[in-house]
């Protein structure tokens, strides 16, 4: 049996998930399955134990793990002003770092640019389609299998739900020219157990933040909000 709020292996007399504290009464059903075959094998047909823990870890994956949430962009700051783009799929499970190459990228702008030239839009109008392709391109996230999202370049990884001790939020305002309006950026820090991860957002970041809310509750901790 596996919890299905973070995806631990739980023993079956388990009345609560020693990793995240879910409350296991729900799983009744599915401890009476364990017991009749649910992998649809008739029990008189002998399977080994390795071969039947794989099953119930592909069906907790590939059945029970759902989007519950999306922050389109995420910039992780490199050398000399540069940064490697992400997107953050947040299931039910884990979060799900997909890396959006340049290379990505730039065939959603020419795919934006073609559709613009067929639909004989004028350069701004076109222009203006680009910069939409390049925010709304993760967008196709929520559609993907969360597998497939992970598998989807090298760079991609995850971290699961229950192993984020905390999350940092901080609004940054650059007025270093006076005669410039200041730039908003959005600092967003992940203290897990696997390690620390720094990215930041352009902009206020209203809406990512409501997303971090809702799935991580007190977790998410604010400053110069």
């Given at each position: 049996?596996?919890?299905?709020?973070?995806?631990?292996?739980?023993?079956?007399?388990?009345?609560?998930?020693?990793?995240?504290?879910?409350?296991?009464?729900?799983?009744?059903?599915?401890?009476?399955?364990?017991?009749?075959?649910?992998?649809?094998?008739?029990?008189?047909?002998?399977?080994?134990?390795?071969?039947?823990?794989?099953?119930?870890?592909?069906?907790?994956?590939?059945?029970?793990?759902?989007?519950?949430?999306?922050?389109?962009?995420?910039?992780?700051?490199?050398?000399?002003?540069?940064?490697?783009?992400?997107?953050?799929?947040?299931?039910?499970?884990?979060?799900?770092?997909?890396?959006?190459?340049?290379?990505?990228?730039?065939?959603?702008?020419?795919?934006?640019?073609?559709?613009?030239?067929?639909?004989?839009?004028?350069?701004?109008?076109?222009?203006?389609?680009?910069?939409?392709?390049?925010?709304?391109?993760?967008?196709?996230?929520?559609?993907?299998?969360?597998?497939?999202?992970?598998?989807?370049?090298?760079?991609?990884?995850?971290?699961?739900?229950?192993?984020?001790?905390?999350?940092?939020?901080?609004?940054?305002?650059?007025?270093?020219?006076?005669?410039?309006?200041?730039?908003?950026?959005?600092?967003?820090?992940i203290n897990a157990r696997s390690g620390k991860y720094a990215y930041n957002i352009d902009g206020h970041a209203g809406d990512e933040v409501a997303t971090l809310k809702n799935a991580f509750g007190d977790r998410l901790k604010?400053?110069?909000?």
């Open positions: 049996m596996f919890c299905r709020q973070c995806g631990k292996e739980l023993a079956l007399d388990s009345n609560f998930c020693d990793e995240c504290g879910t409350n296991m009464a729900s799983y009744s059903s599915t401890s009476a399955g364990l017991e009749t075959g649910i992998s649809g094998v008739s029990p008189e047909v002998e399977t080994s134990g390795a071969e039947f823990t794989d099953i119930r870890s592909d069906m907790n994956q590939s059945t029970d793990e759902k989007a519950l949430g999306l922050i389109p962009v995420l910039k992780k700051p490199k050398s000399f002003g540069r940064w490697d783009t992400y997107a953050m799929v947040i299931t039910n499970r884990r979060s799900i770092f997909p890396q959006i190459t340049s290379q990505m990228l730039k065939e959603a702008v020419v795919e934006a640019q073609r559709k613009g030239k067929e639909e004989g839009k004028g350069f701004f109008s076109r222009w203006a389609d680009q910069l939409k392709a390049t925010f709304k391109y993760s967008q196709r996230y929520w559609n993907m299998p969360p597998e497939d999202v992970l598998k989807e370049t090298p760079g991609n990884f995850a971290i699961e739900n229950a192993d984020i001790e905390e999350i940092k939020v901080k609004r940054k305002e650059d007025c270093r020219d006076s005669e410039v309006a200041s730039q908003t950026t959005t600092e967003i820090k604010l400053s110069r909000w």
